[in-house]
């Protein structure tokens, strides 16, 4: 197949590297400094299988002279969720045929959005379960491999399913979107506004009794509005997520403050999530509007209160963009339980 990526961020350079080191024909569409960086190295993909460097991969700077070339059968958003609607923009602007789109995002609303510009049958939803971490500019490190989810409903769904899996990806198909990528988003929340408000390490949150009862209730609130939604939870490649929800929902937080400490804290370390470290590097842009704020969002239209999840996302967005003071939150738990209900 020939895949188009829109950049070569962490999840981009590791599926499209490991894609194009499988024999599949693949693009990059990406800002001038780190193509001309990838074109003088190549890509790099540790993972484990092995190292692979890989030079067969075609880079653009422009959208436009991308879809000149043709033939693309997928363009892939591993994208942040704030730029999706930038990146469909691009593609829509050069009034060229657009690809298919797979979306390899976290967040639920991605794929409604290009829907919503492209039609229906132009989006595959997907999502990607495996660590990466991006040591440098067209450098992976598969740091736990789990798999990938590809959603049917889509003529080429099995077909991308199958090339992933030609590059040892762990793909898996899933009947429908929703419940794969709601079961995402739950994993998605554990302790990852809570570390960047509070700037503490996730294995921190979850030792705190106080801060546990905050991620505990925070995922109840997401699995309620997935439940008022008609999504049930489920098991995503390599991440048991219904045993997850039925923790959260049935079990005291006396038994699960170890249980979680030790299975979501511990298998972290301290590697922060990546709120945090958008927020800690002075981005001014925060995914927490798509991932807390989607909860809050589709609780209000399905009736399904969501408190905490408003004060998550109301804080760190304030701290986002500088209406709130980073010091008087940081490793002050106090500061930000005054705030909850």
């Known amino acids: 197949m020939r895949f188009l990526f829109l950049g070569a961020g962490a999840i981009g350079t590791y599926v499209g590297g490991s894609l194009a080191s499988a024999g599949h024909d693949v693009a990059f569409i990406e800002q001038p400094l780190p193509a001309a960086e990838i074109a003088r190295h190549g890509l790099v993909v540790e993972s484990v299988s092995g190292r692979r460097e890989v030079r067969d991969v075609t880079l653009f700077t422009d959208a436009r002279e991308a879809l000149d070339a043709g033939g693309w059968d997928i363009a892939v958003f591993a994208l942040k969720s704030f ?23 976290n967040g639920v609303d991605n794929e409604p959005l290009i829907a919503s510009r492209l039609g229906a049958d132009r989006v595959i939803a997907g999502t990607v ?35 992933l899996n030609d590059a040892r990806l762990g793909a898996r198909t899933f009947p429908a979107a929703g419940p794969m990528k709601w079961s995402k988003l739950l994993t998605n929340l554990q302790g990852s506004a809570t570390s960047a408000i509070l700037d ?19 995922l109840r609130e997401c699995i309620a509005v997935m439940r008022a939604l008609g999504h049930d939870p489920v098991d995503l490649p390599g991440t048991p997520v219904r045993a997850l929800a039925w923790a959260v929902e049935r079990l005291p937080q006396s038994v699960t403050r170890p249980i979680f400490t030790r299975l979501l804290g511990g298998s ?62 940081r490793r002050r738990p106090e500061a930000l339980l005054a705030r909850l209900p």
Do not use: C, W, Y
């Open 200 to 218: 503490l390490p996730v294995g921190a949150i979850f030792s705190d009794k106080r801060l546990l009862a905050v991620e505990t209730a925070s």
């Open 129 to 163: 379960t495996t660590a990466i971490g991006k040591p440098g500019v067209g450098h992976v490190v598969e740091e736990k491999h789990r798999g990938i989810g590809i959603a049917h409903g889509h003529a080429l769904s099995a077909q991308v399913a199958d090339a």
């Open 268 to 329: 972290r370390g301290d590697k922060m999530p990546s709120l945090h470290i958008d927020l800690h590097a002075g981005r001014g842009r925060s995914e927490v509007g798509h991932l807390h704020g989607a909860v809050v969002r589709h609780g209000a239209s399905v009736g399904v209160p969501t408190p905490v999840n408003a004060v998550l996302t109301s804080v760190l967005e304030g701290l986002t963009l500088g209406t709130e003071d980073i010091e008087s939150f």
């Open 83 to 105: 730029d999706t609607a930038e990146a469909v923009d691009q593609l829509v602007a050069t009034a060229r045929p657009v690809p298919t789109i797979l979306s390899l995002q």
